[in-house]
Structures are given as structure tokens and as C-alpha cells.
Nanobody, 120 residues
């Protein structure tokens, strides 16, 4: 069983930045980040494949950057130009079992979540 521990959430003003971290207890092939806002479905935000290949949801493209440090078994989500609409609980997911990274049911492991709140 792989453990995922997220950190880095908090509060920011519109236009501000936050960086989330997801530390895994073992090597991970594909990391994903998802978010769930109150009253909304959980949505895919970004994923990073081996060798650092990134994928993004259209809503965050150009503002968020996902990366990984395999020496630390850690993935990062750098969030810039934050908007109030980015307010959500952010979850790290790991080990895609096939299919698309946008499908949360395809990830085997999940972190506990970290809250991001963006005020206007």
C-alpha cells in the first residue's frame, strides 16, 4: 500500500500563488491532482507521467505547473494567477491503472486532501 501525503495548501489572494506537494512512500509512475469545490463534482486538474510529461485541464492551463522529483517520490503543483474559482480541496492521486488521467476511478491511491482558498 502506497501512502500519499499532501502539503502546501492554504489561503491566497486573487492573483497569488501556492505550491502543493504530494510525497509518496514509494516510486510512482503517474501522479495526478484533482480538486473538489463545494457543490461540485471532483475534477481532474493535472497529471505528470514518467520523465515529467505533463497534462492539464483547460481551466488551469498556463497558470498551473505540475512537476515531479523522483529522487523524493514527490509531485508538485505550482499554482499561479489564482482565482476564487480555484478554491477547493485538492487531492493527490497516484498510479494510473490504465485509461485517461482525467478519470479519477483509474487511480489506485489517494491522499487525504489539502484545502486551497482564494479570496477576491
Amino acid at each position: 500500500q502506497v501512502q500519499l501525503v499532501e502539503s502546501g495548501g492554504g489561503s491566497a489572494q486573487r492573483g497569488g500563488s501556492l505550491t502543493l506537494s504530494c510525497a509518496a512512500s514509494a516510486y510512482i509512475g503517474v501522479f495526478g491532482w484533482f480538486r473538489k469545490a463545494p457543490g461540485k463534482e471532483r475534477e481532474a486538474v493535472a497529471a505528470v507521467y514518467p520523465f515529467g510529461t505533463p497534462f492539464y485541464a483547460d481551466s488551469v492551463k498556463g497558470r498551473f505547473t505540475i512537476s515531479r522529483d523522483d529522487a523524493k517520490n514527490t509531485a508538485y503543483l505550482e499554482m499561479n494567477s489564482l482565482e476564487p474559482e480555484d478554491t477547493a480541496m485538492y487531492y493527490c492521486a497516484a498510479e494510473l491503472t490504465g485509461g485517461t488521467w482525467r478519470d479519477e476511478t483509474r487511480f489506485r491511491y489517494w491522499g487525504q486532501g489539502t484545502q486551497v482558498t482564494v479570496s477576491s
